[in-house]
């Protein structure tokens, strides 16, 4: 369970924080605001660059701490540039490499609690991880590649993907 669910994690928001370096550099390149691409949307009732970025580690550092029966970190939503996300992302990677491997044995049986609109829901750690917290997870991290994309930043699946 470690190595499908912090190690995954783990690796794809060292992806998320390389895209985030280069559109950084877009903005600097291009004198452009970045707050612009910050609090782009695809669509006006998805969330912004921003938020993306925020969910992205939400279920990340979610979905360890259950899976590994700790309590989740909470970080107040308040990022406002790319410093801050980047913050952010290292916080959660920290808070991942802190738990040792051995706190997933067994969370693939063990029943994991989390809230959906406000209604606590039960399922076995397997299928939350894989039909919960990896969907979300890589939704949001889709998203934000896909605002930065749209917006002009160079980036290609390998960026995506990761090294």
């Known amino acids: 369970m470690h190595a499908q ?8 928001l060292g992806s998320l924080s390389a895209i985030l370096d280069k559109a950084e550099a877009h903005c600097d390149a291009r004198k452009i605001d970045p707050a612009a691409l910050l609090t782009f949307r695809l669509y006006p009732d ?3 660059l ?10 990340a550092k979610g979905a360890v701490a259950r899976l590994a029966r700790l309590p989740i970190p ?3 939503d308040v990022e406002t540039t790319f410093a801050e996300l980047q913050e952010r992302i290292a916080r959660t990677r920290a808070f991942i490499a802190s738990v040792p491997p051995e706190a997933f044995d067994g969370a693939e049986a063990r ?11 039960q399922l076995n750690g397997q299928f ?9 997870f890589f939704f ?6 896909n605002i930065l994309r749209h917006n002009g930043v160079e980036l290609g ?3 995506f993907v990761g090294g």
Do not use: E, I, W
Not at 7 to 12: E, G, L, M, N, Q
Not at 50 to 59: C, E, I, K, P, S
Not at 111 to 121: A, E
């Open 5 to 12: 669910s912090a190690a995954v994690f783990d690796r794809f």
């Open 46 to 48: 998805m969330f912004p």
């Open 50 to 59: 921003m938020r993306q970025v925020q969910l992205a580690t939400d279920f």
């Open 74 to 76: 909470s970080y107040a």
């Open 111 to 121: 029943d994991v609690t989390y809230r959906v609109r406000g209604q606590d829901q």
């Open 128 to 136: 939350y991880l894989s039909c919960v917290a990896l969907p979300n």
């Open 140 to 145: 949001h991290l889709t998203t934000a590649y």
């Open 157 to 159: 699946k390998a960026d």
